[in-house]
């Protein structure tokens, strides 16, 4: 089945890093993403990865791949209070864009 | 700021009317898709139109009919509303339908289905 998990809420330090973990069902998947959502606007693509690497990064955010056990994770360094939003991990299995349900990141002082 | 605008930003109907979503994409882009997502969720695809054409389809009823035209609006219709209808719509244009490439998301309207 298609499906994509991720716990639904993260409470990090300002300055702290996040990770952010999310899990997937199709293996077929190319392409895996990560958006950020903030309220009251539509999703913004932070990120992707082409399903044959294990790593990238990108200034502070670092995706990390564990294809075997089709485990996803988002990094973001140094987290500040900019970066409090809901993010979604989303794969694309025959061509149609798989949404996790969102995982909402706290910034405390 | 993605280029994407969609109107109008909030609604109010009641169970069976009929609803007309508007979007308009980033100039050059010929691909759109349409995507609900109710509250506390991740978006579900709807479907995708790619040069005026209804390019893949997710697990919506017929009711939810959609039109691409060749000026980069596009829209999304619903007939015989339900209440579990009511959501965030968001619609999300790309220049391609290549799986890499970014699809840009407009802000969204707010249907609400009493």
């Known amino acids: 089945g298609e499906d994509v998990e991720q716990s639904l809420f993260l409470s990090v330090r300002e300055g702290d890093s996040s990770v952010i973990n999310c899990t997937y069902t199709d293996s077929s998947s190319t392409y895996l993403y990560w958006y950020k959502q903030e309220p009251g606007a539509g999703l913004q693509l932070l990120t992707y990865?082409?399903?044959?690497?294990d790593m990238k990064q990108d200034q502070r955010l670092t995706v990390l791949l564990n294809k075997k056990d089709k485990h996803l994770s988002l990094r973001i360094a140094d987290t500040q209070t900019g970066d409090s939003a809901i993010y979604f991990c989303?794969?694309?299995?025959?061509?149609?864009?798989?949404f996790g349900k969102g995982t909402r990141l706290h910034i405390l002082p | 700021e993605t280029g994407v605008t969609q109107s109008p930003t909030h609604l109010i109907k009641t169970r069976g009317q009929q609803v007309t979503l508007r979007c308009s994409s980033q100039?050059?882009?010929?691909?759109v898709s349409w995507y609900q997502q109710a509250l506390g969720q991740g978006p579900q695809f709807i479907f995708q139109?790619?040069?005026?054409?209804?390019?893949g389809r997710g697990n919506f009823p017929p009711r939810f009919s959609g039109l691409q035209f060749p000026n980069y609006s596009s829209e999304l219709n619903v007939n015989a509303l339900e209440l579990d209808d009511s959501a965030l719509y968001l619609c999300a244009s790309s220049q391609s339908l290549a799986a890499q490439e970014t699809q840009y998301f407009g802000p969204g309207t707010r249907l609400l289905v009493l």
């Open positions: 990865i082409f399903s044959n690497m």
């Open positions: 989303a794969e694309i299995p025959n061509d149609k864009i798989i």
């Open positions: 139109y790619y040069r005026e054409e209804e390019n």
């Open positions: 100039s050059g882009h010929n691909t």
